[in-house]
């Protein structure tokens, strides 16, 4: 898979379902064999209440024009498309153009999912809404609209999350969140979801789970989607006001998978447009220290969903390893493993390194520093357009008649110190060197 | 429908009906008591499983020690993180089943999160199950919404399939799980984790009453139940009662000795107060 040569718009099945109807709407709870609800019993009234209201609620024309205006009034949208040109050099010399879901108010696309879901905890009469967050990303979003829109706000971290993100911490307790230290299993990410669970099996009754990514139990991937659907309408529209055209590949990052999809929505009905996931490849996925979830998953249940899964034999979940915390989970959202195994989307695998490289790159030439997870999309992009690059050639074409749409998710100012420890920026007895080394991200 | 056609028709052969029924006979409720496998190792359970068999349980449930335990409190998530680390493998559920079924009459049922049974795979998982002496499968995370694979190997080796009702379920889900399971509806006394609670929940026994409502013969009550108290309170309207937490603590706190004294305290509770031959127990 990781050497995908071109092409999965080729692919016969993703022809077949085309054929059938739209790959861009798939409404859950199944994605092929994939999604569903493996959930408690004592949860499924409150996801077939969710359910209920966010059907309600994407057909109202109130409540879209709440999340239209919160959109342009309050994140920022439409976020730009900034074609690259002095990065494109390194991508084979092809036309890129980034996303710039950086430019959100908190710094990435979290901000769309949270303020939709925010919307529907009120329309259910819910004071209160827990998350889960590893970098601090998707918890400082969820105390951002939950301070908007008058919430109680309550935050699961890793306790080793908590150490090493204390400001994020910090910043989530500025905003009114109470942040929960997890201590049990590995005190990473999935432990916080597991927490969070817990927390919600005993409140649902006043309590929305505003779970951060695209996976989970239905309805939450088809949710977290449609909430995050504005970024590949944007990108649609505007490459094909800027060049006239549709582009030829449009590349993301996947830890759960959340801007990858809402990206992925605007291309995966134009069979012409190749579309790649790039996973965290950690140390390299030879060495198991990795969190290359399709790549080298295998199905299984996890968070209420069947999808793929880092797990061993006795199917116990395996722990993820990322430099990029946004990608640390041992989970991918149900969706995804589907459009891979029907061939729709190529999955591969970006290592720290190479997606560093790609940090790097992209500050100097463009003079955009991106978060690190978005930096496996740039990787990946890079990789992709020189392949393009290369297509072009053979046919007597030129690499600049070839596009690639990157989504940039988010802003790197979270990453500075671990980026400036990577790249030896630091003198060795700095407190930042400390933090640096820890894997703390400002 | 077809499961609950099969359901009623295997409902006679049912391990663990067969064995709440004999409590029902004797005038009192049936006692299930809950042991994670492995901990802190396996034949320390099997030793457990047997002195709970021995002191007043009628039916054992075997808790699959998971990764990601999200129905558990932190008493059995402590211990199932220990077992884990002390090198368990799912494999070993059957070597514990086995154990407690070849010494005891008591019916023994595995408690487990899906993903281990479907990494096994399903049907060698029952195979195995079956084997072993197994009654049949809890299944917390899994609802009858998904069990298509588990109702047809539950169907071919024999298996009960124990899934759970709460205090949330609507009427239309409460006699689709009724409906689905086997061997008896396990109710879950309150919206939260497993864990000791001072009080019995008020809503266990609405949960109860509308199981019974949708038809189901064989009710248990599990979720904070861990005093001969709270036994007693619940075995007026149902037909078993689950005890998990204390007795995890138990097993941590004093082993197997302790194990056996709180099953003898717990089962002081189980007879029904209206009945007769509870004497007999």
Redesign the interface.
Known sequence: MADAPSGNADNKAAEAFLQDGSFRHAPGPYFGSFG???????????L?ELEETFDKARNDPEFRAQIADLNKNYSGRPSLLTEAKRFSEHAGGVRVFLKREDLNHTGSHKINNVLGQALLARRMGKTRIIAETGAGQHGVASATAAALLGLECVVYMGAEDCRRQALNVARMELLGATVIPVT???QTL??AI?EA??DW?????NTHYLLGTAAGAHPFPAMVRYFHEVIGEEARAQILEQTGRLPDAVCACIGGGSNAIGIFHGFLDDPSVRIYGFEAGGDGVETGRHAATITLG??????GARSY?M?D?????IESHSISAGLDYPGVGPEHSYLSDIGRVSYEPITDSEAMDAFRVLCRTEGIIPAIESAHALAGGIKVGQRLAAEAAESGETAADRIVIINLSGRGDKDVATAAEWFNLLDKDSAESEIGKEGEQL | MSSAQAADKAQTTSKSAAAIDKARAEGRAALIGYLPAGYPTVEQTIAAGIALAENGADLIEIGIP??????D??VI?AAT?EA?ANGF??RQVFDVVEGITSKTDAAVLVMTY???????GVDEFSRRLAEAGGAGLIT????P??AAEWFEASDKYGLDRV????????AE?MQR?VDASRGFVYA?SI???TGARTSVSSAAKDVVSAAHGAGAERVCVGLGVSTADQVREIAAYAEGVIVGTALVAAVRDGGVDAVAALTKDLSTGLARETGHAGEEA
């Open positions: 569903g609800r493996w959930m408690p019993e004592s949860l499924i009234a409150a077939d049990s299993g590995s999935k432990d597991n669970l817990r099996v005993a409140n649902v009754a295998k199905p299984g249940v996890l968070h899964l797990q034999d006795d199917g116990q979940t | 998971y990764s990601d335990p999200v129905m409190g932190q998530q993180t884990l493998h799912v899906w993903n281990p049974v479907v990494r096994m917390p995370d899994l609802i919404d998904e899934f759970l009702v709460a205090p949330s379920s609507t889900r799980t879950v919206m939260g984790v």
